[in-house]
Nanobody, 127 residues
Framework: QVQLVESGGGSVQVGGSLSLSCAGPGHIICNYDWSWYRQAPGKEREFVSRIASDGTTTYVDAVKGRFTFSRDNSKNTVYLHMNYLKPEDTAMYYC?????????????????????WGQGTQVTVSS
């Protein structure tokens, strides 16, 4: 499994903003579809947003209009910009990658495609 590195979580008040980032592995060159999931205490992990390799974005209804998913392919990094945060947005946020095609080392050697998960970053919204 590919390991991703997340950052940017924290605590904010209702209506505030946070931006999360998720960096993919530098030693793998792969066309990824990226997703964000979140898990609140006592609840199952749920889908939040996805950005496909062609840049198409999808959002769960609860965050539409408030969250924006973007990617920087040159840095193999994605970002989740969260505005107008609500207490119900409080959760551990995880990023996930799913390869969309073959993967290679920087030297050009093929490697088996594999999904990846980040370690999670906590977002807490207080009223």
């Amino acid at each position: 499994q590919v390991q991703l590195v997340e950052s940017g979580g924290g605590s904010v008040q209702v209506g505030g903003s946070l931006s999360l980032s998720c960096a993919g592995p530098g030693h793998i060159i792969c066309n990824y579809d990226w997703s964000w999931y979140r898990q609140a205490p006592g609840k199952e992990r749920e889908f939040v947003s996805r950005i496909a390799s062609d840049g198409t974005t999808t959002y769960v209804d609860a965050v539409k209009g408030r969250f924006t998913f973007s990617r920087d392919n040159s840095k193999n990094t994605v970002y989740l910009h969260m505005n107008y945060l609500k207490p119900e947005d409080t959760a551990m946020y995880y990023c996930k990658t799913v390869p969309n095609g073959p993967c290679f080392t920087p030297a050009g050697s093929p490697i088996p495609p594999a999904t990846g998960w980040g370690q999670g970053t906590q977002v807490t919204v207080s009223s």
